[in-house]
């Protein structure tokens, strides 16, 4: 049996999405930016991509390009909006669990005479809007917030931070790449000046993202070349992804009721099992503010590269943290912001559920999971001091 718990990570394609992207592999292959007729038929497929996308989301087809991934919208929403009001502050704020596409770029704008302060988050991973009101000032050109944190699924007062960045003079950024297809995005009910999203995760396709630009904003470029994009991002425009995203974002808005509601019932199995049948676990995250398809647990005395890979060999797979950091051995700076101990954040594993799964799956990764923490702690002689070598499950 294999299955697939990893959902925060990527989506499977939906299959209605791979077929609209087909035609634009084969027959209608041409660069949208082409004249001749190959050119016009693309173009035109673009052109109905991106006014879909955003009707959507609630802006004007003009206020939307495309980009290569969300890290990329994130690196142009924090780079392009710093550099180009550099002449008004050189103070970036953002939170202290961001992606690392907005983390390593605020690291980047340090380096280079940038002064970045990180908000703080509470235990289960919510901002306060008042800890921004404590430390924004009239230097400050940007802020960024992401609408639902990777690792943990907790949703964030978006409207409130926004309110107060835009009182204070400055731009407002949120990441909202795990955001979709679990909340309906309007960018101008949020008051959000700039919004990153990204296809594959909801079922999309791999290699496309988008940047919400409210007009009016100024960004500096971050890929310069030709004049796709209007001028502002360069690079052959990928009709066949551009498209995928579109069809992938329309499928999602729609079935979005239904499938959080199927989705919740298997998070809230699986939460409901691992607390009553595993000692020792500690649940993060906000069980109020919070998407239905993450459940993010720190398993004590057990490591979580451990449980990774015993799992992986039942079949099973489930993250360590976000993916994009999997390949590091130190502890998730999401949940060491929420004040979870360090030895006990070595231990976390994140669940993260889909449309396509299903409640016998949900049962047999639990009694998966109770094998696998109930060896490795039989190896720890932490767990060993603690139990005195009583436990089983």
């Not at 209608?28 to 050119?39: I, K, L, M, R, V």
């Not at 909340?183 to 396709?205: A, N, Q, R, T, W």
């Not at 499928?251 to 607390?275: G, H, P, Q, W, Y």
């Not at 449309?355 to 799956?361: I, V």
């Amino acid at each position: 049996m294999k299955i697939y718990f990893d959902h925060a990570a990527t989506t499977p394609c939906d299959k209605r999405v791979v077929d609209a992207m087909i035609p634009y592999f084969t027959g209608e292959f041409g660069n949208a930016d082409s004249q001749h007729a190959y050119g016009r038929e693309t173009a035109k497929a673009v052109a109905d991509a991106r006014e879909k996308i955003a009707n959507l989301i609630g802006c004007k087809p003009n206020e939307l390009y495309f980009t290569g991934s969300g890290t990329e919208a994130d690196n142009w929403a924090l780079k392009g909006a710093a550099l180009h009001n550099r002449d008004k502050g050189n103070r970036v704020i953002i939170s202290s669990i961001e992606h690392h596409a907005i983390l390593n770029a605020a690291e980047w704008l340090e380096k280079n005479g940038f002064k970045v302060t990180r908000l703080p988050v509470d235990k289960t991973g919510l901002i306060s809007p008042s800890d921004l009101e404590k430390v924004i000032d009239d230097k400050t050109t940007v802020v960024s917030v992401m609408y639902v944190n990777n690792e943990v699924g907790t949703v964030e007062p978006i409207r409130e931070l926004a309110e107060i960045a835009h009182r204070h003079g400055a731009l407002f950024h949120s990441d909202c790449v795990q955001a979709i297809p679990y909340m309906k995005i309007d960018v101008k009910e949020l008051g959000v000046d700039l919004m990153s999203m990204s296809g594959h995760k909801f079922y999309g396709p791999k290699g496309i993202g988008a940047l919400y630009i409210r007009n009016g904003v100024k960004l500096d470029k971050l890929i310069c070349g030709g004049g796709q994009e209007r001028s502002q991002r360069g690079g052959t425009t990928n009709t066949p992804l551009v498209v995928g995203m579109a069809k992938a974002l329309e499928i999602a808005s729609k079935e979005m009721t239904a499938n959080n509601a199927f989705i919740e019932r298997l998070r809230d199995r699986f939460v409901d099992r691992v607390l009553k049948e595993i000692p020792y676990v500690r649940f993060n995250g906000n069980k109020e503010h919070r998407i239905p398809s993450v459940a993010n647990f720190s398993f004590e005395f057990v490591e979580g590269e451990g449980i990774l890979m015993l799992m992986d060999f039942n079949g099973i797979a489930v993250s360590s943290g976000s993916a994009c950091s999997s390949g590091s051995l130190d502890p998730s700076h999401v949940l060491l912001a929420m004040g979870v101990p360090i030895e006990v954040s070595h231990g976390s594993i994140r669940f993260s559920f889909g449309k396509d799964n299903t409640m016998e799956e949900v049962d047999y990764t639990v009694d998966k999971l109770k094998e696998t923490i109930s060896k490795l702690r039989e190896m720890s002689p932490l767990f060993n001091v603690k139990t005195g070598g009583t436990y089983n499950v």
